[in-house]
């Protein structure tokens, strides 16, 4: 019955978690498409395209929030700047997709009883939990980002979100 339970729990979150990878690959595809698509502009609010095409859109984001909207006296990096594979590997919605891409990957090794990379097979779960936590963590900076600095909404990004924010609350309910 435990048994049963906690293969279920982790069903929920491969499901989850496929869903967020599918989702963070349409926002790749956003993030380098010259325009948004139909499906992200609705209403006053929602527009993906200004989300995704923000400098909030990239890591380097945190230098410009901190540089710009924060006024601290740092310099401003912009990676992102130099050319299209720089842009990719620190665009947010790819580092989402590899994020999701590595927790998968430790929960497949979790289930058979191995280690996944560098990480022991009985640290897997802490990992999962670790990243899922960051993830809620960057999701809460993301969405704060979208309400008070760009006043417009990603309903996928949103939807990535609650994602992330539903595997962390089924994860913490996997017991060893």
């Known amino acids: 019955m435990v048994r049963k339970r906690k293969l279920k729990k982790e069903s929920i979150l491969k499901f989850l978690l496929v869903m967020g990878i599918i989702l963070s690959l349409f926002l790749v595809y956003e993030h380098f498409v ?7 502009k609705f209403g006053e609010s929602f527009d993906c395209g200004i989300v995704n095409k923000s400098p909030y859109a990239n890591i380097d984001g945190i230098s410009y929030f901190l540089t710009i909207d924060m006024g601290l006296n740092i310099p401003l990096i912009d990676i992102s700047g130099i050319n299209w594979f720089f842009n ?41 939990k670790g990243v899922l936590l960051f993830g809620v963590l960057f999701g809460i900076y993301l969405i704060f980002v979208q309400h008070y600095l760009l006043k417009f909404y990603c309903i996928f990004c949103l939807a990535l979100d609650i994602i992330l924010w539903a595997s962390f609350i089924v994860v913490w309910r996997i017991k060893k």
């Open 88 to 128: 990719l590997i620190t665009s947010v919605a790819f580092l989402g997709f590899v994020t999701l891409l590595f927790v998968f990957g430790l929960l497949n090794a979790r289930e058979k009883k191995k280690g996944f990379l560098w990480i022991g097979k009985k640290n897997t779960l802490k990992w999962i």
């Open 34 to 40: 010259p325009e948004a698509s139909k499906l992200c």
